[in-house]
Nanobody, 134 residues
Framework: QVQLVESGGGLVQAGDSLRLACVAS????????????MGWFRQAPGKEREFVSA????????YYTDSVKGRFTISRDNAKNTVYLQMSSLKPDDTAVYYC???????????????????????WGQGTQVTVSS
């Protein structure tokens, strides 16, 4: 099974930036990492896990929830089996545990609906805490 390890979280002030990284290991033999759809989700205390961003395995299209558009950027380095989430202009409302996840299904074409549902993802990382102070 695929294993995911996130890193890069921390305590920052409002307006600062952070870059999260998620390294995937034990990907399926003979299958390129680039074909996996990778997602970032977050969960704040007392709230449900919510979609943040995803990058599709079909054509590397990127998707963002409205609250982070223009501030967050998802990218991947397939040679390193790594997906990144560059977060800028951070706000206190961005405080949460951030999780990386992988959807092992191969899509002809992903949609926002298909990449934004937590139930679509098969494996999850342990999470990394992001705290933004005002």
């Amino acid at each position: 099974q695929v294993q995911l390890v996130e890193s890069g979280g921390g305590l920052v002030q409002a307006g600062d930036s952070l870059r999260l990284a998620c390294v995937a290991s034990r990907v399926a033999s003979g299958r390129a990492f680039s074909t996996y759809t990778m997602g970032w989700f977050r969960q704040a205390p007392g709230k449900e896990r919510e979609f943040v961003s995803a990058i599709s395995g079909s054509d590397s299209s990127t998707y963002y929830t409205d609250s982070v558009k223009g501030r967050f950027t998802i990218s991947r380095d397939n040679a390193k089996n790594t997906v990144y989430l560059q977060m800028s202009s951070l706000k206190p409302d961005d405080t949460a545990v951030y999780y990386c996840a992988v959807d092992t299904v191969i899509y002809i074409r992903a949609t926002y609906d298909s990449v934004s549902r937590p139930g679509k993802y098969d494996y999850w990382g342990q999470g990394t805490q992001v705290t933004v102070s005002s």
